[in-house]
């Protein structure tokens, strides 16, 4: 009997599956400084202790975009071990504020299977969510994964597509306990634009770049325990379609949002993420710029220091941002198109 973790394979996936996932993370202070040193985010909640106070946080947060990292990274051995390519997400809430110190878990359910017209691989959707060691929701979120099959001639599956929302409501958002932004200093937070500054239909480049390191990468992957293979393996990858090994999709995520401070440098937390598509692969050696699009702006029931803008976060490669790339005459992702992100923020009014 065979004692190694060869992962699941699509039709390993069935509806209503429970996954509970192995090895809890206990996430430390230096997995922040290490995250810093990635992707250089400059967020003053999550880079100052007597910031994060003046608001009402206990201490700096950990930026939620490691948090999520933590909690996905505990459901890859599971889920996308053999995965080609992870798809998207929807439905996304954040939770209570993580802080150095605090450990999460992960839980997955199996909401959606279909399998491929080549009959070689299929798309598996899972709820998942993270939890602290308080049995807290740090996040609840959806994301469907393409997986390859183990036997190509087994029988496909009956198709089971899940409902998911288009947009995580305002009344959804789970604002941290004590949170008071009234007093927020925009001369410390290095941005002087508010909630009312922004407008419907708005276009923002970030005009910085940051070009994609192989080491770092590695770094960052390892830093969650992703242990995809796509982003691992050079041999399994000789045999794949590229050729080589893939970027963590939220390997990019993380440093777009980073560039993103650039014009909204007081987005402070993340509140929810509504949707997202990987649109094409991204490798080392890409350079990144970002562009981001204000979808909606809402008002935080019972809030008035406190707004939340949706937005739009474009990633694209080796080149500049300034004409906002997405999509060509015939509605498809343009080729130098990587991430289609559309998330919502909480920001000061």
Not at 10 to 20: P, S
Not at 46 to 63: L, M, N, R, T, W
Request: hydrophobic letters at 40%; charged letters at 20%; one cysteine or more.
């Amino acid at each position: 009997m065979s004692k190694t973790n060869p992962g699941n394979y699509f039709e390993d996936f069935q509806i209503g599956q429970e996954i509970r996932h192995a090895t809890p993370r206990t996430i430390t202070s230096g997995d922040v400084a290490l995250y810093t040193g990635l992707y250089g985010p400059r967020f003053a909640v999550q880079s100052s202790d007597e910031f994060a106070q003046s608001i009402g946080f206990k201490a700096a947060p950990v930026d939620d975009l490691l948090a999520f990292h933590m909690v996905f990274g505990k459901t890859v051995p599971d889920v996308s071990l053999n995965a080609v390519a992870n798809l998207g997400y929807a439905g996304g809430v954040f939770g209570v504020p993580v802080y150095p110190g605090d450990t999460v878990s992960s839980v997955s359910t199996v909401t959606g299977i279909k399998e491929n017209s080549n009959g070689k691989t299929g798309v598996v959707y899972v709820n998942s969510v993270g939890r602290n060691q308080r049995g807290e929701m740090v996040l609840d979120y959806n994301r469907w994964v393409m997986v390859r099959k183990r036997d190509e001639s087994a029988p496909a599956p009956e198709t089971v597509l899940p409902e998911l929302p288009g947009v995580v409501a305002p009344e959804a958002f789970q604002i941290p306990v004590g949170l008071d932004v009234s007093g927020y200093s925009t001369e410390l937070s290095g941005s002087l634009h508010r909630w009312d500054d922004y407008y419907v239909g708005e276009k923002i480049d970030h005009v910085d770049g940051m070009t994609l390191e192989e080491a770092e990468h590695q770094i960052a992957t390892r830093l969650y325990q992703n242990t995809a293979k796509v982003h691992f393996d050079q041999v399994a990858a000789n045999g794949g379609r590229f050729g080589k090994r893939l970027i963590y999709g939220g390997h990019i995520i993380s440093l777009c949002r980073a560039l993103s401070f650039n014009g909204l440098g007081n987005a402070f937390r993340i509140a929810a993420i509504n949707a997202g598509a990987h649109a094409n692969p991204a490798f080392a050696g890409d350079t990144i710029f970002a562009w981001s699009e204000v979808l909606g702006k809402f008002e935080v029931p019972g809030r008035r220091d406190l707004g939340a803008l949706r937005l739009r976060l474009v990633a694209v490669r080796d080149r500049q941002a300034s004409d906002f790339p997405l999509k060509d005459a015939d509605g498809k992702y343009q080729s130098d198109v990587l991430l289609d992100f559309d998330y919502t923020v909480l920001i000061a009014r």
